[in-house]
């Protein structure tokens, strides 16, 4: 596609469920983000994959976060048991190498109950 | 450790009016950006600021960089309400995940 594409854009959970979020970045983008935005607030990190390395997990709130990236291409974000806090929009974005500008995805606002 | 600070965080200005938004960033950053974001949608690029002294325009906006004083500026110039939305700036330091972002500058031009 022409974008970043992300889904579900709504999720809405119950408290101790696992949810999964997906982001298809676009095509030939080697460095894929995920970020975490709060209510009114500004973009917090989790994770970042680029090309083959290893990712910077540095970011992850907790070992109940994880994140993978198939072929290079697709990434999803898994959350276990997800807690009230858990609930934000979750922006996942790609750039074609390193320190290029990002391109956001329109994200998935995450409601745990 | 780079980290990004913006200033205001909340901006309220009249249309036609010109003003400033602030981003100092910590430690060495080669490169800066500024993304904006309308309320309820993501965020889109507007520049990418390559080198110390580089400037670039846009429409109503205007982005600086001072590598030395570890200083950029977006001026925004006879406001009008289309522009109101949050900006947020990002440096890009030399590991891991690469951007660090600015809390953001939430812009209300009012008429």
């Known amino acids: 596609g022409a974008g970043v594409s992300q889904s579900p854009s709504n999720k809405v959970t119950e408290k101790g469920k696992d949810v999964e979020l997906r982001c298809d970045p676009i095509?030939?983008?080697?460095?894929l983000y995920w970020y975490r935005q709060s209510l009114g607030q500004g973009l917090e990190f989790l994770i970042y994959?680029?090309?083959?390395?290893?990712?910077?997990k540095s970011g992850l709130p907790s070992d109940r976060f994880s994140a993978e990236r198939t072929g290079g291409s697709v990434s999803t974000l898994t959350i276990q048991r997800t807690q009230q806090e858990d609930s934000a929009v979750y922006l996942c974005?790609?750039?074609?190498?390193?320190?290029?500008?990002?391109?956001f995805g329109s994200g998935t606002q995450l409601s745990v109950l | 450790e780079l980290k990004v600070e913006q200033n205001p965080l909340f901006l309220s200005m009249q249309e036609g009016k010109n003003y400033t938004i602030y981003c100092n960033y910590s430690?060495?950053?080669?490169?800066l950006y500024w993304y904006r974001q309308d309320p309820g949608k993501s965020l889109e690029s507007l520049f990418v600021?390559?080198?110390?002294?580089a400037v670039k325009q846009e429409g109503r906006l205007m982005a600086s960089l001072d590598t030395k004083a570890r200083l950029s500026t977006l001026h925004i110039t006879a406001a009008v309400h289309d522009l109101s939305a949050t900006y947020f700036c990002?440096?890009?330091?030399?590991?891991?995940?690469?951007?660090?972002f600015g809390p953001g500058t939430r812009l209300s031009v009012l008429p």
């Open positions: 990002a440096g890009a330091a030399n590991y891991g995940q690469n951007f660090v």
């Open positions: 600021l390559l080198s110390n002294g």
């Open positions: 974005a790609s750039s074609f190498i390193v320190r290029e500008k990002l391109f």
């Open positions: 994959f680029q090309g083959n390395s290893a990712p910077d």
């Open positions: 430690t060495t950053s080669d490169r």
């Open positions: 095509s030939g983008h080697t460095a």
